[in-house]
């Protein structure tokens, strides 16, 4: 079955870290990582952190500085390094991507199922 897995969620106290990974799983030939959305109770769901076409990274001005989006081509894994948490970090975090695989034509949009971070003051 081909699917982003996230994991690395978990409860921490503000001013804390957490490290989550998304990793393509399946017959996948190549990942297009886009980037980490959240969604909070009664929120829509947000971008946080995202790569830009040119390579480069961008992320939202509530977790700049705070947050880092890197990729392990070799393990068609994704990161996302949390630092600083704070109490409004609370959220059900996804991860994104393009894959290519045997399963079909053509790139198909995937997300992860999803991971519960709680950041408690």
């Known amino acids: 079955q081909v699917q982003l897995v996230e994991s690395g969620g978990g409860l921490v106290q503000a001013g804390g870290s957490l490290r989550l990974s998304c990793a393509a799983s399946?017959?996948?030939?190549?990942?297009?990582?886009k980037g980490w959305y959240r969604q909070a109770p009664g929120k829509q769901r947000e971008l946080v952190a995202a790569?830009?076409?040119?390579?480069?990274?961008n992320y939202d001005d509530s977790v700049n500085g705070r947050f880092t989006i890197t990729r392990d081509n070799a393990k068609n894994t994704i990161y996302l390094q949390m630092n600083s948490l704070k109490p409004e970090d609370t959220a059900v975090y996804y991860c994104?991507?393009?894959?290519?695989?045997?399963?079909?034509?053509?790139?198909?949009?995937?997300w992860g199922q999803g991971t519960q971070v709680t950041v408690s003051s």
């Open positions: 994104n991507g393009d894959l290519w695989s045997a399963i079909r034509v053509g790139p198909g949009d995937y």
């Open positions: 399946g017959s996948i030939f190549r990942i297009n990582p």
């Open positions: 790569f830009t076409s040119g390579g480069s990274t």
